[in-house]
């Protein structure tokens, strides 16, 4: 297997020989960069495996980094930022990270959370939005989910919810955070909408294999798509 690859996107020099160091020891291949544009132009030369990007950045910042990125590539990216706001996580969510890791962070976590995202079973199909989980497969241009190659059928509120999951496997979400994305902030109802749409994806989903995945609760916490490792 070819040695896998890490483009730092980080402007705090501190931060950046510390990063280096912990993830050149774990074995990966590093380049950095210390603003947006200059990200963009190593994310098409380098082409890394994964992306590890900061928020505040000068000139482009992170969230247009990360959207430029998602306009063209699935690569995974992890955002590190200061900002610890639920609202600062769905916007990373939103925009197509993968992981989210506030500052003040240290870099064992940071490697741990690279294992992790990298680890994530799921395959992409090239030139596609599809990805599969075993015998689940989820289109999420087309807002199709097929089990055993049959077209599993969702009310377009329950599909929104399980492809939002599917797109963050293994990432827990409180209610609320799932009310804010999928129902959106002008929702004024119960968060026990969250439960009875849970309830009825894993109704239609019965007969797909737990050891493939699952929905998961997670007492106190919420629910995670959750995919093994």
Known sequence: MSQKSILVVEDEQAIVRVLSAYL????????????????LEK???????????????????????????????????????ACGEIEDRLTGFNEGADDYIPKPFIPEEVVARVHAVLRRPTQWMEGQNKRYFGSLQIDFTAHRVYLNGV?????????????????HPNRTFTRAELIDRVWG??????????????KRIRQTLANWPASEGEIRTLRGMGYQFWVGE
């Open 43 to 81: 994310f098409e030369t380098f082409q890394p495996t994964l992306v590890l990007l900061d928020v505040m950045l000068p000139g482009l910042d992170g969230w247009s980094v990360l959207k430029r990125i998602r306009e063209k590539s699935t690569c995974p990216v992890i955002m590190l930022t």
């Open 185 to 198: 902030i002008d929702y004024d109802g119960s968060d026990r909408a969250v439960d009875l749409s849970v």
């Open 24 to 39: 050149k020891k774990a074995g990966y291949i590093v380049e950095l960069a210390d603003n947006g544009l200059d990200a």
């Open 151 to 167: 077209e599993a059928s969702f009310t377009p509120r329950d599909v929104s919810l399980l492809l939002f999951l599917a797109q």
